[in-house]
């Protein structure tokens, strides 16, 4: 399990706790913002995480962020709402109510393979079409995250049950 918000191990243990704290700390912001999106009527149905670069790309689609920085994202989903598995509620590390996310098996194959090498580059996470968030990959992610940033209890068990909603309708 993977834990995505801000804290982690030490001295070979250290190593693993920065590690962590980074890889949650990517994951925090990518969830954060995408918790907008799922709020929406849409259940979570444009909700998406694509490949994106620092460098050009050619064939990719070009993005001027606000600060300064280019990235060039490809077309197709890495991870969309489809690879929601599971989705509860927990706590973090701060003891705010959180989201505990989990990936299909196919959906963690595809993040993890893509994360594990593409390190110190950015994921683009997209909402309803918008680039919304490009936070870089400090480690490779896997099947299980925590979403933080959530407001309140009802702000984690409405995300919670608009993924449950598009899960049973799979079903």
Request: proline share 2%; with cysteine.
């Amino acid at each position: 399990m993977q834990t995505i918000n801000a804290d982690n191990h030490q001295s070979v243990d250290l190593h693993s706790k920065v590690s962590t704290m980074i890889h949650r700390l990517i994951i925090c912001s990518l969830t954060c913002l995408l918790l907008v999106g799922c709020q929406s009527n849409d259940a979570g149905y444009d909700f998406s995480i694509k490949p994106a670069w620092n460098n050009e790309v050619e064939g990719l689609q070009h993005y001027s962020l606000a600060d300064d920085r280019n990235i060039w994202v490809q077309q197709g989903a890495l991870v969309t709402a489809e690879d929601i598995e599971k989705a509860s509620l927990t706590k973090d590390q701060f003891g705010d109510f959180a989201v505990m996310v989990t990936l299909d098996a196919a959906g963690s194959a595809r993040m993890s393979r893509f994360t594990s090498g593409h390190i110190d580059q950015p994921l683009a996470v997209f909402i309803d079409d918008k680039l919304i968030s490009t936070p870089q990959i400090r480690s490779t992610l896997n099947s299980q995250f925590i979403i933080t940033g959530m407001t309140d209890k009802a702000h984690a068990m409405a995300f919670i049950d608009r993924c449950n909603e598009l899960i049973a309708s799979r079903k």
